[in-house]
């Protein structure tokens, strides 16, 4: 099973790309954008955005509003919150850490009994929504981040009304989920979205925002954690005006 040591069952796969890991990651992050467009319930289902606070401690890919700029995010979804009258969802990111630093962080997490089980028994079911939660305490997560390689700056929080789009993501695909890198669908989708704004300030902007952020696709360094860190920190320049 894919569970029961992921590390392993990463690197089979990547083995069929002549251990190339971006390849690897290009062709899990294909598979995974074909199955949005034709969710087939097993594996994937769009859901109300909503719904995610009450379906914690599971996988997903959210389109998130980053004040008219919509970014596609690879999330594991872990704790709701209600913050000065916002409703935020904490997550961890999935694109801000090293893909090898993901296969052994995962490969730990699989092998916990309790976790075990639960993705034993989802591999049975034939529908996303009916799936288990995976039984993780956020304060536990937060620590095995923080006590590997101090990883914790890749939890995320996210404003509940800014999330456009998601989809719940099955357990069974977990290499497509986990390993996933959406910028070069943001940064096709922010191309499109420069040709139909109207304001010059902000296609000017927008201009900008897609140098900067090509250059990281450019320059992607799949080891370093400090590349992943200025991923995370780019955040902010995403954004077409202020709150």
């Not at 089980?117 to 995976?134: C, F, G, H, Q, R």
């Not at 357990?171 to 096709?188: F, G, H, Q, V």
């Amino acid at each position: 099973m894919i569970f029961s040591d992921f590390k392993t069952y990463i690197y089979g796969i990547l083995n069929t790309y002549n251990d190339s890991i971006i390849q690897m990651i290009t062709h899990e992050t294909d598979k995974l954008f074909k199955l949005t467009r034709s969710p087939n319930r097993d594996e994937i289902m769009k859901i109300d955005p909503n719904k995610i606070s009450v379906g914690l401690n599971r996988f997903y890919l959210i389109r998130y509003n980053y004040n008219g700029n919509q970014i596609w995010c690879p999330i594991y979804a872990m704790e709701f919150r209600t913050i000065k009258n916002k409703n935020i969802l904490y997550a961890l990111q999935l694109e801000y850490l090293p893909p090898k630093y993901k296969m052994n962080l995962f490969s730990i997490i699989f092998n916990y009994g309790a976790v075990k089980d639960i993705l034993d028994k989802n591999s049975i079911i034939d529908n996303v929504m009916n799936e288990l939660p995976l039984p993780i305490e956020p304060k536990a997560f937060y620590n095995i981040l923080k006590n590997n390689g101090n990883m914790n700056y890749a939890l995320t929080g996210y404003d509940f009304s800014k999330i456009k789009t998601s989809y719940r993501i099955s357990t069974k695909i977990l290499p497509e989920i986990i390993m996933a890198d959406c910028k070069r669908y943001n940064s096709t989708d922010m191309k499109d979205l420069i040709e139909k704004i109207q304001n010059r300030d902000l296609e000017n902007k927008l201009s900008i925002i897609i140098e900067e952020y090509n250059k990281l696709i450019e320059n992607y360094e799949h080891d370093s954690v400090e590349y992943h860190k200025k991923v995370k920190n780019f955040e902010k320049h995403l954004k077409l005006f202020e709150d």
